[in-house]
């Protein structure tokens, strides 16, 4: 009876992880779709929680409060309607889950111009921290990254 309950035990936890690592890559394909809606406001109140770091390239910054973002993504969007940008589609997605609370979900994806081709580069990655806020996961932070560098799971395999 004690190898039955821990034999159940054990099954209900491997399914509560991949809950949690499924959670926290949904998170990310959700963060898309309102990115391609250009909701501003749906970023804010159901994805972001500020402070907010983005890091990649030659540097960093801090979205430090809501204010910050809604500036940041304001200047994205004209940066990328400059561009031609009609939408981000997501390839692939890697999540590591760190523990119930915390993921990294690596997104390998292309920014799609109004003709249906990618703007270079063709392929993009950006490694999202995850975190379980309230029962939510939000991104708390995200980095670009050189497409061929991909975290692998300590167990080396990803969800």
């Known amino acids: 009876m004690k190898r039955i309950c821990w034999l159940v035990f054990i099954l209900l936890s ?8 499924s959670e926290a890559s949904a998170k ?10 250009k909701d501003i406001p749906g970023i804010i109140n ?7 770091h983005v890091g990649g ?19 994205l969007y004209d940066m990328l309607d400059e561009q031609g940008w009609k939408e981000s589609v ?8 760190l523990s119930s609370r915390l993921a990294l979900v690596d997104t390998r994806y292309s920014r799609i111009d109004q003709e249906g081709k990618a703007i270079p580069p063709a392929i993009r990655t950006n490694l999202y921290i ?8 939000r991104i708390v932070s995200f980095y670009g990254h050189d497409a061929d560098q991909r975290p692998v799971c300590e167990s080396g395999e990803s969800v």
């Open 28 to 37: 990310v394909y959700e963060y898309f779709d309102v990115f391609n809606a």
């Open 90 to 97: 997501i390839e692939n997605v890697r999540t590591c889950l």
């Open 57 to 75: 390239g030659s540097g960093h910054r801090v979205l430090a409060d809501d204010d910050a973002a809604v500036e940041n993504l304001t200047g």
């Open 14 to 21: 491997g399914a509560s992880v991949a809950d949690d690592a």
């Open 130 to 137: 995850v975190q379980k806020i309230d029962g939510e996961w």
């Open 46 to 52: 159901s994805i972001y929680s500020t402070p907010v």
